[in-house]
């Protein structure tokens, strides 16, 4: 997969990767509530002495001020930039000479945290979580280099196929909702933000009523419980109230053509997708393998680069958020061949709208689906992420279990019901950045 717009994805996709990969056959999950109520799931791990903390809150970029995009991007690049007593460089080497990591991020729909540290700083590595979340510092001297650095990223994804392709397509497909706006901000809106906006976003945002706590290592649920206490017990109860608007996506047949003196094309494509909650999620998941998601396996992949050669990437993903959900896929080939790399994408929609799969392709489907998850998770970080992602879906804690049955349970004819619901060559919005021939914009 390539394109900024997947790799961005990846803070939900890390997150969305992770629960759809199948199941941990030995995973023990354990339900944790400290004294105070503050949850947390827990799987050990005592075989090296390393514990791995994941959180999230619900409430992302998405809640950005208008004119202030890029808030809870510049947010969580702050963070761990001093707290408490502790200034920037005292904050950061104390992390480097124990070897503990503390980083955040921002996503539309989450504000995030993952800590790693070994056992013997456990309550040190903790102790600047809450530092971090309950008394963050904002100097001036960081909040204006990390503004800066903000600032050249920017400046520097404006000549970038991907990053600007990205953006173009979400505000294309978003133009009234805040999914639509980017979620680093812009150049104007990244230089409005003022400590203010950043110490009153910590105060609303970061609350227990949104939090998600995922851990993985070596400590037990009898050390952990009070961890959560004197970590997260600080936080407000509550967050600010808020609320982002169900929509749907404007998938209307646009194609936006963005001039880039580039020797190859960008392309970036959606169709409507399918909620993460809906009950034909499985099947769609499994069509998107076939049709575009299972790399050289899959039928664009076979159709647009093994027989035309039209081009070096291609592929498609489902992206459920919060409030919406897209259907979304790229491509990158030479100029010149943009208008037949569109036309075989197309193609290929309308053959599965129409006949669906075949035995042996949702067979093979299946197989990988189900048999690919040792390969994917044997760091302590993204099980980490995926008890995170399991407790935010509502998964429940026997997901692990149940998942591979319900790959298993899809048949050809749920994937001919959810294709013709869910693909619409024509009405494809679609992005493209470089200089195509013969491809215009339309009106």
Same mark, same amino acid.
């Not at 960081?142 to 404006?158: C, N």
């Not at 133009?175 to 979620?183: L, N, Q």
């Given at each position: 997969?390539?394109?900024?717009?997947?790799?961005?994805?990846?803070?939900?996709?890390?997150?969305?990767?992770?629960?759809?990969?199948?199941?941990?056959?030995?995973?023990?999950?354990?339900?944790?509530?400290?004294?105070?109520?503050?949850?947390?799931?827990?799987?050990?791990?005592?075989?090296?002495?390393?514990?791995?903390?994941?959180?999230?809150?619900?409430?992302?970029?998405?809640?950005?001020?208008?004119?202030?995009?890029?808030?809870?991007?510049?947010?969580?690049?702050?963070?761990?930039?001093?707290?408490?007593?502790?200034?920037?460089?005292?904050?950061?080497?104390?992390?480097?000479?124990?070897?503990?990591?503390?980083?955040?991020?921002?996503?539309?729909?989450?504000?995030?945290?993952?800590?790693?540290?070994?056992?013997?700083?456990?309550?040190?590595?903790?102790?600047?979580?809450?530092?971090?979340?309950? *008394?963050?510092?904002?100097?001036?001297?960081?909040?204006?280099?990390?503004?800066?650095?903000?600032?050249?990223?920017?400046?520097?994804?404006?000549?970038?196929?991907?990053?600007?392709?990205?953006?173009?397509? *979400?505000?294309?497909?978003?133009?009234?909702?805040?999914?639509?706006?980017?979620?680093?901000?812009?150049?104007?809106?990244?230089?409005?933000?003022?400590?203010?906006?950043?110490?009153?976003?910590?105060?609303?945002?970061?609350?227990?009523?949104?939090?998600?706590?995922?851990?993985?290592?070596?400590?037990?649920?009898?050390?952990?419980?009070?961890?959560?206490?004197?970590?997260?017990?600080?936080?407000?109860?509550?967050?600010?109230?808020?609320?982002?608007?169900?929509?749907?996506?404007?998938?209307?047949?646009?194609?936006?053509?963005?001039?880039?003196?580039?020797?190859?094309?960008?392309?970036?494509?959606?169709?409507?997708?399918?909620?993460?909650?809906?009950?034909?999620?499985?099947?769609?998941?499994?069509?998107?393998?076939?049709?575009?998601?299972?790399?050289?396996?899959?039928?664009?992949?076979?159709?647009?680069?093994?027989?035309?050669?039209?081009?070096?990437?291609?592929?498609?993903?489902?992206?459920?958020?919060?409030?919406?959900?897209?259907?979304?896929?790229?491509?990158?080939?030479?100029?010149?061949?943009?208008?037949?790399?569109?036309?075989?994408?197309?193609?290929?929609?309308?053959?599965?709208?129409?006949?669906?799969?075949?035995?042996?392709?949702?067979?093979?489907?299946?197989?990988?689906?189900?048999?690919?998850?040792?390969?994917?998770?044997?760091?302590?970080?993204?099980?980490?992420? *995926?008890?995170?992602? *399991?407790?935010?879906?509502?998964?429940?804690?026997?997901?692990?279990?149940?998942?591979?049955?319900?790959?298993?349970?899809?048949?050809?004819?749920?994937?001919?019901?959810?294709?013709?619901?869910?693909?619409?060559?024509?009405?494809?919005?679609?992005?493209?950045?470089?200089?195509?021939?013969?491809?215009?914009?339309?009106?």
């Amino acid at each position: 997969m390539s394109g900024r717009l997947a790799r961005a994805v990846l803070t939900t996709a890390a997150l969305i990767l992770v629960l759809y990969a199948g199941p941990a056959q030995a995973t023990k999950i354990e339900r944790v509530v400290s004294p105070s109520g503050i949850e947390a799931w827990l799987v050990e791990d005592h075989l090296n002495p390393i514990i791995s903390l994941r959180l999230a809150f619900r409430g992302g970029g998405a809640l950005d001020p208008r004119g202030k995009e890029g808030l809870a991007n510049m947010v969580s690049t702050l963070l761990d930039e001093g707290a408490g007593d502790l200034d920037s460089k005292t904050f950061q080497q104390t992390l480097t000479d124990k070897s503990i990591t503390l980083r955040f991020d921002a996503a539309r729909d989450s504000f995030g945290a993952r800590v790693q540290t070994l056992t013997e700083f456990r309550d040190l590595a903790f102790d600047l979580l809450r530092q971090a979340m309950t *008394m963050p510092r904002f100097d001036a001297e960081p909040v204006e280099r990390l503004r800066a650095q903000i600032l050249a990223k920017l400046r520097h994804e404006s000549e970038d196929a991907d990053a600007v392709a990205g953006k173009a397509l *979400m505000a294309a497909l978003y133009p009234d909702h805040p999914y639509g706006r980017p979620t680093d901000g812009t150049l104007e809106s990244v230089a409005a933000i003022q400590v203010a906006d950043l110490r009153r976003f910590v105060k609303e945002r970061l609350a227990r009523d949104t939090l998600y706590i995922g851990v993985v290592g070596d400590i037990t649920a009898e050390q952990l419980a009070p961890l959560l206490d004197q970590t997260f017990g600080p936080l407000p109860a509550k967050a600010a109230p808020w609320q982002v608007p169900l929509t749907e996506p404007r998938t209307d047949g646009r194609l936006v053509v963005i001039d880039k003196p580039l020797k190859q094309s960008n392309i970036l494509f959606a169709d409507k997708g399918i909620m993460r909650n809906d009950p034909d999620f499985y099947a769609a998941f499994v069509m998107n393998h076939i049709l575009g998601g299972g790399g050289f396996t899959s039928r664009l992949y076979r159709e647009v680069r093994e027989k035309r050669g039209l081009a070096y990437s291609v592929y498609s993903y489902l992206h459920p958020m919060d409030r919406s959900a897209v259907y979304l896929g790229g491509a990158g080939t030479a100029n010149a061949r943009v208008s037949e790399t569109l036309n075989v994408v197309r193609d290929e929609w309308a053959k599965l709208a129409k006949d669906g799969v075949t035995e042996a392709e949702l067979t093979a489907a299946k197989q990988f689906l189900t048999g690919s998850f040792p390969l994917r998770f044997t760091a302590t970080e993204r099980i980490a992420s *995926m008890l995170v992602g *399991m407790q935010m879906e509502d998964l429940g804690m026997d997901y692990l279990d149940k998942r591979n049955g319900y790959i298993e349970a899809v048949t050809l004819d749920d994937i001919r019901r959810v294709a013709r619901k869910l693909l619409h060559p024509d009405d494809l919005t679609i992005v493209v950045v470089g200089q195509p021939k013969d491809v215009k914009q339309a009106p």
